[in-house]
């Protein structure tokens, strides 16, 4: 016999009911990818002059920002924010935001077998760092196209597509994966920070602001700020060995590296250790000032536009 009663109340047969009748239909993962990739957009277009600072002083220890800006605008003028790498940018880091909002709660239910805004800030923050395998990948390409055209101050290279023609031409695929293993602890590390800290912030915040939006922007910032911390000195690491690896690009004297070299941890780890032998935490964290900014209004930005985005969406879409 079924016990019908029982049935009829149960949780998820009323909300599927109240659904049926307001003539929503329940959501699924694929349904998030659009508001999603319309924040990650904004966020890059909004960002992208403030990371090409970031870049100068990361592959440059010791460059300040103020230099930093002035050398590009000496070589580029204020038109190199939209010819040196914006179209690689935008796109790259699109990408990277939209796999990391997307495939984080993906991976916290399959982890946990709940829904990640039932989650503990550890869970949170696991689920957001395992998540970004699929997403290191997917960049990798772009962050080197992007990263040549930053620093191409000779002016050697005609747009993006002529950089990744020269990458393919000289060095192959793996070429397109130079310094993977550093961009996937940084990116890691910077992930699991900002989903570990953003509600515990939240919380902290609200106790002093009432304003909601004032809310998302102040604890957004902060863990994006954390994230920083926790991966600025992979940053810096990175850029160097991408930047000497790119550079190596136009010796022919130089033999080209195995297939699997990008993924190969020890040159990344052996420049940290370089670094701070040499120069220190100062060495280790240059330019963190430009990427605190960077990402920390990152940060704020995609806490404020992800949920709302989320909800204009759901609300046009007839999406519960």
């Known amino acids: 016999w079924i016990n019908h009663s029982s049935c009829c109340s149960s949780p998820s047969f009323l909300e599927e009911e109240a659904m049926a009748a307001s003539g929503k239909r329940k959501a699924t993962a694929v349904d998030?990818?659009?508001?999603?990739?319309?924040?990650?957009?904004?966020?890059?277009?909004?960002?992208?002059?403030?990371?090409?600072?970031?870049?100068?002083?990361?592959?440059?220890?010791?460059?300040?920002?103020?230099?930093?800006?002035?050398?590009?605008?000496e070589a580029h003028g204020m038109m190199g924010f939209v010819k040196q790498g914006l179209v690689a940018e935008v796109t790259r880091a699109s990408i990277s935001r939209a796999i990391k909002f997307f495939m984080q709660p993906i991976v916290h239910k399959a982890l946990y077998g709940v829904p990640e805004t039932k989650g503990s800030p550890i869970s949170k923050g696991l689920a957001g760092a395992i998540?970004?395998?699929?997403?290191?990948?997917?960049?990798?390409?772009?962050?080197?196209?992007?990263?040549?055209?930053?620093?191409?101050?000779?002016?050697?290279?005609?747009?993006?597509?002529?950089?990744?023609?020269?990458?393919?031409?000289?060095r192959g695929f793996g070429g397109m994966m130079i310094g993977y293993a550093g961009m996937q602890v940084r990116q890691c590390l910077w992930t699991g920070g900002f989903f570990l800290t953003l509600d515990v912030y939240k919380g902290a915040v609200s106790n002093v602001v009432s304003n909601k939006l004032?809310?998302?922007?102040?604890?957004?910032?902060?863990?994006?700020?954390t994230g920083t911390a926790l991966n600025c000195w992979t940053d810096v690491c990175?850029?160097?060995?991408?930047?000497?690896?790119?550079?190596?690009?136009?010796?022919?004297?130089?033999?080209?590296?195995?297939?699997?070299?990008?993924?190969?941890?020890?040159?990344?780890?052996?420049?940290?250790?370089?670094?701070?032998?040499?120069?220190g935490i100062g060495g280790l964290y240059a330019g963190v000032g430009p990427k605190m900014i960077h990402l920390g209004g990152s940060g704020a930005i995609l806490a404020v536009l992800m949920p709302r985005f989320k909800t204009m969406w759901f609300d046009m879409m007839g999406i519960e």
Not at 48 to 67: E, H, K, L, Q, W
Not at 214 to 222: E, I, N, P, R, T
Request: proline share 9%.
């Open 32 to 73: 998030t990818l659009p508001p999603i990739c319309g924040g990650a957009v904004v966020t890059s277009v909004v960002m992208y002059p403030v990371d090409v600072v970031r870049a100068i002083c990361m592959s440059n220890p010791g460059t300040g920002a103020g230099a930093a800006l002035k050398g590009f605008l």
């Open 131 to 170: 998540g970004t395998f699929p997403e290191v990948l997917a960049i990798s390409p772009l962050e080197n196209i992007k990263l040549a055209a930053q620093l191409d101050k000779e002016g050697r290279f005609n747009g993006s597509a002529d950089i990744a023609k020269h990458i393919w031409r000289t």
């Open 214 to 225: 004032a809310q998302d922007v102040l604890s957004g910032f902060c863990a994006g700020a």
């Open 238 to 279: 990175r850029s160097i060995v991408q930047k000497k690896a790119l550079a190596d690009t136009f010796d022919p004297s130089i033999p080209k590296p195995g297939a699997f070299e990008p993924y190969n941890p020890v040159p990344f780890f052996s420049e940290a250790a370089n670094l701070a032998k040499t120069k």
